[in-house]
């Protein structure tokens, strides 16, 4: 199995909505990581959990909330988001974080939508 | 900081017509260089890792290869299904970084 499988597809929400973003990987990686995209950018490093310990936190909004409640779950929180974090999120996984080999799997992604 | 840059943004292929990508980068400490495939809507899939210049990597019509400045991604006789985003991404003393992509569409 090397899947990362994350969970909604598509999320439409409104600003004062308080929503999830779930995320799962059974391939044993000890790092796990939430990505933004926006259209026609490159990914955005958000958040890295390394052995269900947060380690990278880039700088972002209070709105967003990560959570890493086993090695093969991750979850995003969202409450009170803004139109502007409409966006692509991506979960990725890897073995270990730091290795040279951070190859990292990519789940399909949660389309969200902000009104 | 590291930077990764891609071009062109966009490039229209005839089916047969190969061509290159080209990915420059400035890193500290390269660890990897790493190309992805992006389809509409989807996450990133792995490609290539490259790790020292001169090294080719090959898979299919797509044939990886990396120098100390940049990276290059030939096409050999693309086909429609090789349609998407390719991404670069570089791995040094920091998180992964990526470029914003090459949008290829191939023609039938």
């Known amino acids: 199995d090397t899947e990362v499988t994350q969970t909604p597809k598509h999320l439409v929400m409104g600003m004062t909505n308080k929503k999830s973003l779930k995320c799962e990987q059974h391939?044993?990686?000890?790092?796990m990581y939430w990505y933004k995209q926006k259209a026609k950018k490159p990914p955005e490093l958000m958040f890295v959990?390394?052995?269900?310990?947060?380690?990278i936190n880039e700088s972002v909004p209070s709105r967003f909330s990560p959570e890493c409640p086993n090695s093969s779950l991750l979850n995003l929180h969202l409450h009170a988001l803004q139109p502007e974090d409409s966006a692509l999120y991506l979960c990725?996984?890897?073995?270990?974080?730091?290795?040279?080999?951070?190859?990292?799997?990519f789940g399909s992604g949660t389309q969200l939508s902000v009104l | 900081e590291d930077q990764v840059t891609q071009s062109p943004e966009a490039l229209r292929l005839q089916e047969g017509e190969s061509s290159s990508l080209n990915c420059s980068y400035t890193?500290?400490?390269?660890?990897?260089l790493f190309w992805y495939r992006q389809d509409p809507g989807k996450g990133p899939e792995f490609l290539f890792t490259?790790?020292?210049a001169g090294e080719e990597k090959e898979k299919e019509r797509l044939k990886a290869t990396l120098t100390k400045k940049e990276s290059f991604l030939h096409i050999t006789a693309p086909k429609p299904e090789d349609s998407a985003t390719y991404l670069c991404?570089?791995?040094?003393?920091?998180?992964?970084?990526f470029g914003a992509g090459t949008r290829l569409t191939v023609k039938p």
């Open positions: 391939m044993g990686h000890r790092a």
């Open positions: 490259l790790y020292s």
């Open positions: 990725a996984s890897s073995q270990v974080r730091g290795e040279a080999n951070e190859k990292l799997f």
């Open positions: 991404a570089v791995q040094g003393n920091n998180d992964m970084r």
């Open positions: 890193v500290s400490g390269l660890r990897g």
């Open positions: 959990y390394s052995y269900e310990k947060l380690s």
